[in-house]
Structure formats: C-alpha cells, structure tokens
C-alpha cells in the first residue's frame, strides 16, 4: 500500500500513556488527638493550638491545609571545580568510621498557606530522600499562626499586607530585624527570607540583617523567631483598626 506509513509515529514521538492516578492513602489516626480531628469532634487547627496540645502527627496539618505549600532552605553547596559552591537544597556531612565515611544530609523545609500560617523544620538522615520527606514532617508539626496587619506609618491602608511592628529574632551570629513596610513596597529582604514571607502571606517587608548570613541554617530559625514573635506579643484593641489578621 504505498503512502501508507508504515509506522503511526515515529520514535521518540510517541504521546505517553496517561500514569494512572495513584490512590490517596488513606489517613489513619494513630494518636487521640488526630481521631478527635478525623471524628470532626475539633474543628479548627487554633482550636489545637488555644488548647495548648502538641502535634505528633503532620497529617492533621494536611487535614486543616490541604493545599499547604513547601519550600526547602538552600542549605548546602555543591562540590567541584568551575565555580562549584552553587547552592543546594540539602547539605551533607561525613562521618569517619572504621568502613570509610558515612554520609548524612541535612534539609530544611518551610511549609505555609500563604495566609498566616507557617512552619519550619529540619530533617537529616543517611538517604536523601527520607531526610527531604522528614523535614517537610518536621515543619508541618512545627506550624504557627503569625499576625499580620499594616503596621506602616507611611501607608495606613488597615489590610494585613505587612507585619503589625518591627520584630527581630536571632540564632549564632544572625541578627534578623523584620519591619512593616507600606504597601507596594514588596519584599525588599534576602532571597531566602523572602519564601518564609511569602508562603506567610506577607507582601511587604523591609529587613536589616546582621551576622554571617551564609549560615543559611541560622538564617532561617532567626527569620523564624522573629515570625514569630508578632503572635507572641498581646496588641491593644485601638491597634485593631490597622487590620490586624
Ligand atoms: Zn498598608
């Protein structure tokens, strides 16, 4: 049969089988705390927090955030010649025992729903993989709610854009100081702060910073302590009207 090709397509070319959808494993609440959310007996994740409970199991995140976002910290740096020492998303370390050295990596996870909510967590093991997965477990159990208002003087605009006030936290040699900037401003921080400031829902920020800022690790739990502490700071009632959230 001439003009009939003989093959439909060529090689390489072929369109891929859609991958079946893998079923999502279904949760199984192992602690009383994570039955009392499954049973629907607790309804909010401020609800856990208000009753001062402590998170063992990171499914109850997901449960109150499903659509909760993960970023990794780059705290490693590649090996080699030509420029090598570009940043990694894992760090590894080597321990000398008798058989040669041992590998471990390190990565450091920042989980949020960009409204408010934000963790922070740290995972290390002998694979890769695992210490990825432990980290983002790590963070999901670490989640804090953050206030967030207009806390500049030069807008005033009353919607939570910003922080409330200047906070300020620090870990080794970093001293991080965050402050509430007008709207528009956007995020004039270091890269790195700027994805806990995003995955917290805040969209203008101005930072001083001091400390050897290559210590990415220190960075971010000195970034986190300053979130952290616009929650931690009760605010009078006539500051509500600048939008507080
Ligand atoms: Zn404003």
Known sequence: MAGRPRFKHRKGRRPRRPRPERPKPVWEPKTRLGKEVKGGKITSFDEIKLRGKKLLE??????????????????????????????????????????????????????????????????????????????????????IKIVRACGSWDCGCAKPHSIPFKVSGKCGSVRITLMPAPRGTGLAVHDEIKKFLRLAGVSDAWSVTKGELR??????????AALKQTSEMSIPESFKKWGVK
């Open 58 to 143: 990171s499914e109850i995140v997901d449960f109150f955030f499903p659509d909760i976002k993960t970023e990794f910290v780059l705290v490693g740096q590649s090996k080699g010649k030509f420029g090598g020492g570009a940043r990694r998303m894992y760090k590894t370390t080597q321990k000398k025992v008798r058989e040669g050295s041992r590998t471990k990596f390190t990565y450091v996870a920042i989980v949020g729903n960009e409204d408010g909510y934000i963790g922070l967590g740290k995972g290390a093991s002998r694979e890769s993989m695992p210490a990825r997965e432990r980290s983002v477990k790590n963070a999901k159990l670490n989640l």
């Open 215 to 224: 210590s990415r690790l220190n960075l971010a739990y000195a970034v986190f």
